[in-house]
């Protein structure tokens, strides 16, 4: 049985992220103790505080978001014995940097730092904003590029993520408003056209952390944001493909596609939260993506959630 480990990306950060799972899990509460060391600052206040609202800053956002999934992690590995592994482990974005924790390619250490340059590095020289488009990526490809945008996320058959400048995506959202009226278009809260040629800067100075960070062959099967596809054992090869990811679309929907393929029973998602409320009423940030995506399949996979107290609990019982 093929058991799947997915960690969500930027827009599942939350004011509150982590509080419950410390006052419950004397293991979370190291992972932050240890983040605090490594980062050089609070994260733990960061993330439970959200002083001047700067969790929402790209460089502050990134590591809080990666702690609070091996927060969430290391809390169910406790409750479940470590009985509950992974055969394959997948990211969206800034998420796949966790995926490689949980194969043990990279540290905790290691990947907090590699995301601490990320994320400053994507605040600092990051450019432009983004669209999601219900709309498959050959429909609204051409329209993008009639605008001077590019596609950032193929998300969904039926979910596409755009960058582009401000002016430029508001020019491509009106044409489709007229065009498509019954497509929707979702302005996100970002720093910078992610993933697109608007990182090229980022991307470059990236490139060195990457290539100086320490890391191992996987222990099992990560999947690539940049190919769709899955990684191998050069680690050459993984830091090449984190460095393009910067510059080119999360292929999100094809990641899924080619884990299923191998037949996957069951998915465990990680960590962040969307919606209103507390830790405890937060839903998870990439449960309708992957519901969708087994919809047609038979056996259909479970879907569990481990995001908060209740459900690192639920998900062990």
Known sequence: ?????????????????????????????????????????????????NPG????????????????????????????????????????????????VAANALTFDTALRLVQTRGQLMGEHGEGEMTAFMMAVDEIRPLAERFNCAISACNQPQQTV????????????????????????????????????????????????????????????????????FHGDDTGEIKERLYLQLRHPVMWDANLRAAFDEGVARVYEFGGGIGSGGPGEKRPNLEGMIKKAVRSLDPRPEYVPVINAGTIEAAAG
């Open 1 to 49: 049985m093929n058991t799947l480990y997915v960690f969500p990306g930027q827009g599942s950060q939350y004011e509150g992220m982590g509080k419950d799972i410390c006052e419950a899990y004397d293991v979370a509460a190291r992972v932050y103790e240890q983040a605090n060391d490594v980062l050089g600052y609070d994260i733990r206040d960061m993330s439970f505080n």
């Open 53 to 100: 609202d700067e969790l929402n800053l790209t460089r502050n956002t990134q590591p809080a978001l990666l702690t609070h999934h091996v927060a969430c992690l290391e809390a169910f590995r406790e409750r479940t014995g470590g009985g509950v592994e992974p055969t394959i482990t997948a990211g969206h974005s800034l998420g796949e940097y966790t995926a490689l």
């Open 162 to 229: 755009v960058g582009g400048s401000s002016a430029d995506l508001e020019k491509l959202e009106a044409h489709v408003a007229e065009a498509f009226p019954r497509k929707r278009a979702i302005r996100l809260k970002t720093e910078g056209a992610f993933h697109t040629s608007y990182m090229d800067k980022a991307a470059g100075l990236f490139k060195e952390a990457l290539c100086d960070a320490d890391m191992r062959a996987p222990g099992v099967r990560v999947l690539s944001n940049y190919t769709g596809g």
